[in-house]
């Protein structure tokens, strides 16, 4: 099913620092430019989170010093979160209208494929912008004298690492690509559970993967998880290939056979520690504790460096708050 052809490859690597601002509907041949769109849905799901048009998100900068990532979670005007610009207005309206334009039904299959789908393109898009980002980074450091064409070269290396991973995406996307084009929404299994909140607290739109190469078809297994809440209620969905079950299923596995409580906390831990494009509602934001709060900076940045410098609690990261006593 994969491309395996070097040749694909090497024109896709040459091509990329043209196809940053590209639109990256299936077919790969739309010319149009593309939008800010929203990858989660803005008409229902930031709409219940939203304070004053207002959401939070993690924002990370890094201090002049050491270099040292700081992690803030800041106000973001609804216009500006969770915005991509990987899709044309087209084919944006086209593709995601039954999950932009419509209640969720956790039972219909085409409206899970698009979640997972939504958070692929997004994916791939950021990873092409950070490759791009990284080779041009490079050549400016090359023309200083302070990197080289030369092997072993740490930046070169940093590059190359940056490009593979975006190749390694681009191929799992054509997967998606041609699923979506045949209307084939069942080459996709989905766990998934919902409960009842207090208030609706967070949503999520991300692609993640597991550190585990699957050799026969060189790639690597991705997994969707899409958390989107209602006014009463939160949905959770975790997407990913049939094919990859074995995989992936002990990893949802481990977290869906949990009590409920258990299951929210590990739940929490996914999201801030692997995934990159959620909000927060800043009722539910301004409503926790300094200790709390100063609990989830601390482990958001340890799992952007070193996971195991992390001493806090992790019950502190509840990203939840559901209704029935837990
Ligand atoms: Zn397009």
């Not at 989660?40 to 930031?46: E, F, G, S, Y």
Request: hydrophobic share 40%; net charge neutral.
């Amino acid at each position: 099913m994969l491309d395996t052809d070097n040749s694909l490859r090497n024109a896709f690597f040459k091509n990329l620092k043209a196809s940053k601002d590209h639109c990256w509907a299936p077919g790969g041949n739309c010319n149009s430019v593309p939008i800010r769109a929203h990858s989660i849905q803005d008409k229902r799901v930031l709409d219940v989170l939203c304070l004053n048009d207002h959401v939070i998100m993690p924002q990370l900068r890094f201090d002049g010093k050491d270099g040292a990532p700081i992690v803030e979670f800041k106000k973001v005007g609804r216009k500006d979160a969770t915005i991509f610009k990987g899709l044309c207005a087209t084919h944006d309206n086209e593709i995601f209208s039954p999950i932009e334009d419509f209640e969720v039904e956790l039972d219909n299959p085409q409206q899970l494929f698009l979640f997972g789908y939504r958070a692929t393109v997004k994916r791939f898009h950021e990873m092409v912008s950070e490759a791009t980002r990284l080779q041009k980074m490079y050549e400016s450091l090359v023309e200083f004298g302070r990197a080289s064409h030369q092997p072993g070269d740490s930046a070169m290396d940093l590059v190359m690492q940056s490009l593979m991973r975006t190749w390694i995406l681009h191929q799992y996307k054509a997967v998606y690509d041609e699923a979506y084009l045949a209307k084939r929404y069942d080459i996709l299994s989905h766990e998934k559970f919902s409960f009842r909140h207090h208030k609706p607290t967070v949503a999520v739109s991300s692609l993640y993967w597991l550190e585990i190469l699957i050799p026969e078809r060189n790639q690597i297994p991705w997994i969707a998880l899409n958390v989107i809440p209602s006014k009463n209620e939160t949905h959770v969905v975790f997407s990913y290939l049939t094919e990859d079950a074995k995989f992936l299923s002990p990893e949802t596995q481990a977290i869906l056979n949990s009590s409920l409580k258990r299951r929210l906390w590990l739940l929490s831990e996914k999201i801030v520690g692997f995934t990159d494009n959620f909000v927060l509602s800043p009722a539910f934001w301004n409503s926790l504790s300094h200790k709390r709060r100063d609990t989830f900076f601390e482990y958001y940045r340890a799992t952007l460096t070193n996971k195991k410098s992390f001493e806090g609690d992790l019950r502190d990261i509840c990203l939840f708050e559901p209704l029935n006593e837990i």
